[in-house]
């Protein structure tokens, strides 16, 4: 094998220094992308355990709620259908007892999708006075009873006094124990 002349070994040279200043390029492009990327990632958690901190700080606040739900939320048998058809007949009846007319469009138990409570809503539709209205659903609304309107839609009827309401209300009861809603 023969020696590099001069000019081949200064062309070798600027190749290996190519090469060599190519990677570092490289090399430096992929630590500042993964450097940010974990910066990003340390906010995130710094900003996470700052949100966890005063969660924590807020935990006798909680405890005292949870304790309120646990001695006042209502129980259901979910393997049954008593406590379902008891609130159902109980929204049609205060309707009736209000003087609106009631017609039921659906209703009934609420897959429980991981949450830790079981539903039961009824779906309808009540005609009557708004002022019947009105004092009807402020009867369904009870804090201590677990019941919420969680859709509502008036309208006005051919009679002015007269609404149509479009409603869902749910009601929400804490599992017996050992069962999952």
Request: hydrophobic share 40%; proline share 5%; aromatic share 8%.
């Amino acid at each position: 094998m023969r020696a590099l002349t001069s000019k081949e070994k200064r062309l070798l040279f600027f190749l290996l220094g190519a090469l060599f200043l190519l990677l570092n390029v490289v090399a430096l492009k992929t630590f500042l992308g993964r450097r940010a990327a974990l910066q990003a990632n340390i906010s995130a958690l710094e900003g996470e355990l700052m949100q966890s901190r005063a969660i924590l700080g807020q935990k006798d606040y909680w405890a005292e709620r949870a304790q309120w739900l646990a001695t006042n939320q209502p129980t259901d048998d979910v393997s049954t259908v008593d406590d379902d058809n008891r609130f159902i007949e109980f929204v049609e009846s205060t309707a009736k007892q209000s003087g609106l007319t009631y017609t039921r469009r659906g209703g009934g138990p609420v897959p429980s999708e991981g949450r830790p409570y079981a539903e039961v809503f009824d779906a309808s539709t009540v005609r009557g006075n708004m002022k019947s209205l009105v004092e009807w659903l402020a009867k369904l609304q009870q804090p201590k009873e677990f019941r919420a309107i969680k859709q509502l839609r008036i309208k006005s009827a051919e009679e002015p006094p007269n609404v149509v309401c479009d409603i869902e209300v749910a009601r929400w009861f804490r599992p017996v124990e050992g069962q999952t809603p």
